[in-house]
C-alpha cells in the first residue's frame, strides 16, 4: 500500500534553515508527483509546489519561491523540502502528499509540524 | 490564480441529515475539482476527484456534482464519522488553491 512517512517534528529559531522528509512506499517512486502542503494552525490548505522524482522537475507557488527548495533521492524514496528563513509566518504544519496522475492528492503523509521560536 | 470560494464556513447537523457544501471557482475549471475530508489533528482525505468520481473507499453518501464553475458535495445521511472539516480544491494547472474549508458540527 502507498505510504509517505514524514520526519519528525521541528522546533527552529527565526532565521534558520529546516529540512523535512518524506519517505515514500508502496509504489514507483519516480512515476509520481510529490506535492507539498502547508497548513497554519486553524487555518485553510496551501499549496507549496511539487517535485516530479523520475526527473526532479519542480514547479512552485510564486508565493513560496525563494522560501522552499524541493529536491528528491531516486536511491532512497525521498522528497524533501527546505525552508529557509524562517519567521513566525512559516510555523505550521506540512504535508507531503502523491498525485494520482491529475493533481487531486491522492496519498498524504501524516504532517511535520514546524515551530519557529526563539 | 483561481480563486475558490466555499460556502458555508461552518455548518451545524444531526446524524441522518443531509447536507450540501458548495465551491465556486473564478474561472472554468471544467471537471478538474476535488474533495477532501480533514479531521482534528489529522491530514486531509481525498473524498472526490474530477467533480464527481469517488476516491476509493469513500461510501456511496458522498457526492460530488458540477462543473465549469459552481460545484458542490452532498452528503446524505450523516454518519458520527463525518463530521470534521471539508476542503475543496481545484486542480487545473497550477497553482493549485484550494476553498477556505468547512467545518462540519454535530448539533
Known amino acids: 500500500q502507498v505510504q509517505l512517512q514524514q520526519s519528525g517534528p521541528e522546533l527552529v529559531k527565526p532565521g534558520a534553515s529546516v529540512r523535512i522528509s518524506c519517505k515514500a512506499s508502496?509504489?514507483?517512486?519516480?512515476?509520481?508527483?510529490i506535492h507539498w502542503v502547508k497548513q497554519r494552525p486553524g487555518q485553510g490548505l496551501e499549496w507549496i509546489g511539487w517535485?516530479?522524482?523520475?526527473?526532479?522537475?519542480?514547479k512552485y507557488n510564486e508565493k513560496f519561491k525563494g522560501k522552499a527548495t524541493l529536491t528528491a533521492d531516486k536511491s532512497s524514496s525521498t522528497a524533501y523540502m527546505q525552508l529557509s528563513s524562517l519567521t513566525s509566518e512559516d510555523s505550521a504544519v506540512y504535508f507531503c502528499?502523491?498525485?494520482?496522475?491529475?493533481?487531486?492528492?491522492?496519498?498524504w503523509g501524516q504532517g511535520t509540524l514546524v515551530t519557529v521560536s526563539a | 490564480d483561481i480563486q475558490m470560494t466555499q460556502s458555508p464556513a461552518s455548518l451545524s447537523a444531526s446524524v441522518g441529515e443531509t447536507v450540501t457544501i458548495t465551491c465556486r471557482a473564478s474561472?472554468?475549471?471544467?471537471?478538474?475539482l476535488a474533495w477532501y475530508q480533514q479531521k482534528q489533528g489529522k491530514s486531509p482525505q481525498l473524498l472526490v476527484y474530477?467533480?464527481?468520481t469517488l476516491a476509493e473507499g469513500v461510501p456511496s453518501r458522498f457526492s460530488g456534482s458540477g462543473s465549469g464553475t459552481q460545484f458542490s458535495l452532498k452528503i446524505n445521511s450523516l454518519q458520527p464519522e463525518d463530521f470534521g472539516s471539508y476542503y475543496c480544491?481545484?486542480?487545473?494547472?497550477?497553482?493549485?488553491?484550494f476553498g477556505a474549508g468547512t467545518k462540519l458540527e454535530l448539533k
Open positions: 474561472e472554468n475549471i471544467y471537471s478538474y
Open positions: 517535485i516530479y522524482p523520475g526527473n526532479v522537475n519542480t
Open positions: 508502496g509504489y514507483t517512486f519516480t512515476s509520481y508527483y
Open positions: 474530477n467533480a464527481k
Open positions: 480544491q481545484h486542480h487545473y494547472g497550477t497553482p493549485l488553491t
Open positions: 502528499a502523491r498525485d494520482y496522475g491529475s493533481s487531486y492528492l491522492a496519498y
